[in-house]
Structures are given as C-alpha cells and as structure tokens.
C-alpha cells in the first residue's frame, strides 16, 4: 500500500510548505485494507467461482469456510430449539443473550445467503456481536431454503417465525413491547416483507427494522448491478444463480419478493438501511430507504465506503466493520428506547 502512495505521487496527502499547500483528495486503493486482505485470501485458497456449485455443494463449501471463522464475542448465554413452520416442518432457531439482567429487547434476526444457503447458526459471529452491543436478545430464526422449497415458502416460514417470536417474547426474556426484525442480504429481503406484512395484517407491533445489505428488488438495471458485476464476493452471476433457484421470473414483481414495489410503504416502523460501496445490492438498498422515507418513515441510511457485500458479517476478520456495527447496534437501542435517544 505505501508502494501504491509512492507511486502515484504521494496520492491522498496534504503538504503544506514555504511554497504553499498540495492537498490531494483521490482515493489511493477503493477497497479498505482489511477487504483487500480477506480477498487476497479468498484468492489464495482457489475457491472455484461459487455460481458454478449444486447447492448441495455450495452448502457444504460455505459451512466448511464458516467453520473456520472467527467466533465472535461471548454472550450471557445461547440457547437452541425448534420453532413450527409454516408447512409444519419444525425449524431450528438460536438464541443469544446479553450477560445483563433482563428482560431484555428483543431482535428476530433472519440470515443471509441468497435464500438457498446458510441457517440459524451461519451468521453466529455477527449475531453475538449485536447481542453485545445492542445489549439485546437476538433470535435467529432458520427458514426453508430454494430450490427444494422455493418462494414463497421461506416469506411464508420468516412469516411464521415472527408470529412465534411475538407470542413467546416473554417466555424467551424479552421485554413486553420491545420487538424488532433483522436481516442481512436474503435475510433482510425476508425482514423487509414481514415488517410490511405486520403493518397489513394487524401485527405483532414492531419497534423497528434493521436490514443489512437486503435485497429489495428484482430490477438487475441499477448501476450498482453493472459497477459491481464481477464482486467482489457477491457477483451478478450468483445473484442470478440464487434468484433462479428461488423464484420464478413471472413472480418476481410480487413485494413479497420486491418489496420496493409495494402499493404503499407508509406506517413502517422506523428502519435503518445498511449498503455496502462495492456491492451490486447497494442502490436498490438506497432506493428502499429513501422510498420509506418519502413515505413519512424515519429512516437512517448507512452506506460502508470501501467495504463490500459481506463486509459487516465478517467479525474480526473485516475490523473496519466495527464501526458499522456498532453503529447498527444503537440503532437497535434506539427503537427500543425512542424517547431516551430524542432527549439526548
């Protein structure tokens, strides 16, 4: 990297001097330090290009990575157990909780991985982090993945997860009245819809929303899409891979798959909208924000500059992305105790 400064004339610094001052604002490498170190890594270990895998393959090949991250903080406490889908089929959920008296407010939290991959337990290291700082409960709930189910069973099993959540709050620990969604990527997509789906159909009441690098539309034109075509980590390709393994292109309009595209976003819960600068997923995140905002929500949008779509997951591994998280962590605290953070 100092090689890099040198060779662009010391690009990105200020001199000052008896001859006067030689400010220069450009941006000697795009990516933060740390990306560029996991991806040099990513590089090293000869990944095959992951839109090529089966799922099955593909599975195994991201638990087999997951297996060798880092575990992230520790909690007061993780609990697992089983919760009813909504074919029935029971499904696992994991819980994390503050090492703090509670009750405390709760976060259901749906993973990420294009909704074909991952589980309750593959976003581990990030949900500890934001039960540690947002000194909340975290229930990561799993939905059935595409393409042995495909939509709507995972929009239909998120929906069945925050109906379980709601009504066991309490039993679990939380706070009576102090429910919010999460999501990363696939996940915020699902927490998006049913965020949109408790204010249509009477409820649970939710504090807020906090969608993480979410998708939020079927429309590939963005010019995120097209910047971003090759990554990194996150392609054009293997979002087309996971889109057609999870919908059908004539169903791709339906807000429960875009929920950008629904008639009104009026009466969400306040929302913070997280984007990633090197991500095909960052203006269709930017619009939904500021879509919610123009219909009357409070909304806080967060754009990563320098970081990419899997970024803020990466606990210790990407530490750049801890400002971030922390970031989304008082979010969190914020829905839960909106009159406190307006005093201050």
Not at 11 to 25: I, N, T, V, W, Y
Not at 234 to 258: G, K, N, S
Not at 266 to 281: K, N
Request: hydrophobic share 40%; aromatic share 8%.
């Amino acid at each position: 990297a100092c090689d890099d400064l040198k060779a662009a004339d010391w690009m990105g610094l200020h001199f000052r001097g008896e001859s006067g001052a030689r400010p220069d604002d450009r941006i000697v490498r795009p990516f933060r330090p740390d990306v560029t170190a996991m991806l040099e890594a990513m590089a090293e270990a000869g990944l095959p290009p992951l839109h090529t895998l089966p799922p099955a393959e593909l599975r195994a090949t991201m638990a087999a990575v997951g297996e060798q991250s880092p575990k992230g903080p520790e909690v007061g406490e993780v609990r697992d157990g089983t919760f009813p889908g909504a074919d029935g089929t029971e499904l696992r959920w994991r819980l994390y909780r503050p090492d703090t008296p509670g009750p405390h407010p709760l976060t259901l939290y749906f993973h990420g991985g294009g909704w074909v991959i991952g589980s309750e337990v593959s976003d581990d290291a990030f949900c500890r982090d934001l039960c540690v700082r947002s000194n909340s409960l975290i229930v990561s709930c799993d939905y059935r993945h595409a393409p042995e189910a495909r939509f709507p069973a995972a929009v239909e099993d998120a929906l069945a997860a925050l109906d379980w959540v709601a009504k066991e709050a309490q039993a679990l620990g939380g706070a009576p009245g102090k429910l919010a969604v999460a999501g990363w990527s696939a996940g915020g997509n699902l927490a998006a819809v049913a965020t949109q789906h408790a204010r249509d159909h009477g409820g649970p009441a939710l504090s807020g929303q906090l969608l993480i690098t979410p998708v939020t539309d079927s429309d590939f034109s963005r010019p995120s899409y097209v910047e971003n075509a090759a990554g990194p980590v996150l392609t054009r390709e293997l979002m087309d891979y996971f889109w057609d393994h999870y919908v059908d292109p004539a169903d791709r309009q339906d807000p429960r798959v875009a929920p950008i595209r629904a008639s009104s976003l009026a009466g969400l819960p306040p929302a913070m909208v997280v984007v990633s600068q090197f991500d095909p997923l960052r203006d269709e995140g930017i619009a939904y924000a500021e879509a919610m905002k123009a219909a009357g929500v409070p909304v806080t949008l967060l754009v990563g500059r320098g970081h990419m779509h899997t970024s803020y997951s990466a606990v210790d591994v990407i530490l750049s992305g801890a400002e971030m998280r922390a970031q989304m962590a008082e979010a969190l605290d914020g829905f839960f105790e909106p009159r406190r953070h307006a005093a201050e």
